[in-house]
């Protein structure tokens, strides 16, 4: 092939690729028409719809179950990391939310890399504490609920983020809470989060007792609630309590999550 045949195509080769590099992935892509309204840009693209919340296991049908059961007011799941605790009760909880079966929706993690302490962290509250919230988020966009929307939510007052520090003295009727990270909580802010309940309010714990980022010597509130299981289980008090346990079959995230569950300490 002549030279300057040969530099044509690899120049024609060269731009393909360009173009190809250039094209948005499809997740990326405008939203079409939306009922004649134009590309409905300004609206949230719903990725998942609730009917489509199906469990993958037996740990996850029982934790659904328990999560939807309104008797149930306390729902603690705990296990290894990927068992989609996360997802499920933030789904669950954005889904009485959407129904109106609740005025609000809470989300507490805990900020232990920062020692609770944000100050030192650079914009507004809300920026400090996004990113202990983006697991919650992810799982909310997937659902419909777009930044726009959940800051429209928050502004209005019926979602709350906030880090377990800003909860001491809050009291939330008719809520739902959702407690991640569980296991980062002292026994003293486990009782705190757990006596802000009011009529109405359900609350949803998760952890991995076995990822605690506490100081050494200091207790976790999620372990020092799962001993306390049975008590609470049998007590004859008006509160009721569900306990799920998950295990490293039970994971559902990339298969590496699985092999490093099944890792010894």
């Known amino acids: 092939m002549p030279n300057g045949a040969a530099t044509a195509t690899k120049t024609a080769r060269a731009k393909r690729r360009l173009k190809s590099d250039a094209e948005p992935h499809p997740a990326f892509e405008e939203p079409k028409e939306v009922n004649g309204r134009g590309n409905g840009a300004n ?24 999560l939807r059961d309104a ?42 890399t920062a020692d609770e302490e944000l100050g030192y962290l650079p914009g507004t509250f809300e920026e400090k ?9 992810d799982t909310l966009e997937m659902f419909g ?41 002292t026994i003293s802010q486990m009782r705190m989060v757990l006596t802000r309940l009011c009529p109405g309010t359900r609350i949803f714990i998760n952890g991995d007792p076995k990822q605690c980022d506490l100081p050494k010597g200091v207790d976790s509130g999620l372990t020092w609630l799962i001993s306390h299981k049975d008590q609470l289980l049998s007590n004859k008090s008006d509160a009721v309590w569900a306990f799920c346990e998950f295990h490293q079959q039970d994971v559902v995230r990339h298969a590496v999550s699985r092999d490093i569950a099944n890792l010894p300490d």
């Open 129 to 137: 504490i996004d990113p202990y919230f983006y697991p919650i988020y």
């Open 71 to 112: 008797r149930n007011d306390v729902v603690v799941g705990f296990g290894p990391a990927g068992a989609g605790r996360t997802f499920l009760s933030t789904a669950v909880g954005y889904e009485a939310l959407e129904l109106q079966k609740v005025w609000k929706f809470v989300g507490i993690r805990p900020a232990v």
């Open 145 to 185: 609920c777009s930044p726009k929307e959940r800051m429209r939510r928050v502004l209005a007052g019926h979602m709350i983020f906030a880090p377990v520090a800003f909860m001491r003295g809050r009291n939330f009727f008719d809520s739902v809470m959702v407690v991640d990270e569980a296991q980062n909580l």
């Open 43 to 66: 609206q949230p693209r719903r990725k998942m719809h609730f009917k489509d919340l199906k469990p993958r296991n037996d740990a996850q049908i029982a934790y659904l179950k328990a």
